[in-house]
Structure formats: C-alpha cells, structure tokens
C-alpha cells in the first residue's frame, strides 16, 4: 500500500500527558500537512511542510502541540499536557509538488483524552 | 469565521435518483475548488474539482456545478448508489497558501 499511513490509529491517554502521532506520507510527495476533525466538523488544518521545513501554522496549534519532519519524509505531532479538549481526529495529508492539486489523506489518528 | 459553508448536515436519496450536494463560499479569492468524500473510520478521499474558470466538470456519475457570481457550487451524482453513502465535504484552498478549509460536510445516504 503506497498511500499515507499513520500511526497509531487510536490514542487513549490521561490528562496532561504526552501523546506523539506519526505520518509517513506518500513517497514522492515532498508537501505534508496536518488538520484536526472534530465531531460535526470538517478538518481544520493545523499545520504545513514543505520538505523537512515547516513554512505554515494555524492559530490552532497552541504552545503545547509542535511538528517536525526532520528529513523530509515522516512527520511527528506531539501534544503536550493533553487537555480534554484535544480529543479529535488527527489526519494527515501529503500532496506533490506544482500547481494546485488534491492532497491525499492518511485514515487519522483519534485521541481521547479522558 | 466559516469560509466554506455546507447547510445540509444530511441528505437521504433513493438509489438510482439523483444526489445533490450544496456548498457555499465567502471568500470572492478562492479560484479551485475540490470534494471529498469520507467513510468512517478512513481519512478523506478525493473525489472531484474544478476550477474557478469553468462550470462545470464531469467525471463519470459525478458533475460538480461553480456558480461565481452566487458563490454556490454542487456536487450531482446520477445515478445515486447505496455505496456512495458517506459523508462528503466541499473544500478550497486558502489564497497564497497551502491549506484547504473544509465545509462542515453533508452525510448521504443511499437507500436501496
């Protein structure tokens, strides 16, 4: 399967702490992004690499939530001091470099955070 | 503030009939516009797009219709199937930069 994976699939954690999702996004796709679906909402983004440089971030990623690609291919999130209210869907998307086209999303991570 | 506006939270349709899909926009920049479709428990999957230089594109049961001056485009499946059940979220990219905003989604229903 070539398409973008992530993992895990599903984070329960206590609050306030730590939690660290992964994406490996499709090979030749060097553009990388990261949105955040809640109930009833679409997603809402989050956060966007191009290569190993982080170029965009939303309002939405607070001081406790930080990204990284340090190569150029996989990317971590990290949330730190998880509150409940960061319970969401976490999906990542990869797209190619060029004019605008799709970006191609991986199934998600859901946390809980009880 | 919601740039890209889905008022149907849900919307059910007899299998064989024609779907359609309503989506809104308030921002007059946006020059591409995508939907996606969505399962449970699976990531977003492209479905379709155009762009803001037409009105329409085609592709196979699926026609998505841009009206500019109303800011309002649809998303026409014909004919409807019970596998096209899911919920699916119109979507633009944000001027000068990289990210799409989501409408909120519309949930459809295919009954047999």
């Known amino acids: 399967d070539t398409g973008v994976s992530q993992d895990p699939r599903h984070k329960i954690t206590k609050r306030g702490q730590n939690v660290t999702f992964r994406c490996d996004p499709i090979s030749e796709h060097n553009r990388l992004y990261w949105y955040r679906q809640t109930l009833g909402q679409g997603p809402e983004f989050l956060t966007y690499?191009?290569?190993?440089?982080?170029?965009?971030k939303s309002r939405l990623l607070s001081d406790r939530f930080s990204a990284e690609r340090p190569k150029g291919s996989f990317s971590t999130l990290e949330i730190q001091r998880t509150e409940q209210g960061d319970s969401a869907m976490y999906l990542c998307a990869s797209s190619p470099t060029g004019p605008w086209g799709e970006q191609f999303f991986g199934p998600g991570t859901r946390l809980t955070v009880l | 503030d919601q740039q890209v506006k889905q008022n149907s939270p849900s919307l059910s349709v007899q299998e064989g009939r024609i779907s359609i899909l309503n989506c809104d926009y308030t921002?007059?920049?946006?020059?591409?516009f995508l939907w996606y479709k969505k399962y449970p428990a699976e990531g977003p999957t492209f479905l379709i797009s155009i762009s803001s230089i037409k009105d329409k594109n085609e592709d196979g049961r699926f026609t998505v219709f841009l009206n500019k001056s109303a800011k309002h485009l649809s998303l026409h499946i014909v004919p409807s199937q019970p596998g096209d059940s899911a919920v699916y979220f119109c979507?633009?990219?944000?001027?000068?930069?990289?990210?799409?905003?989501f409408g909120t989604g519309t949930r459809l229903t295919v009954i047999p």
């Open positions: 921002n007059s920049m946006f020059d591409y």
């Open positions: 979507a633009a990219p944000q001027t000068g930069a990289n990210n799409l905003f």
């Open positions: 690499f191009q290569n190993e440089a982080q170029l965009e």
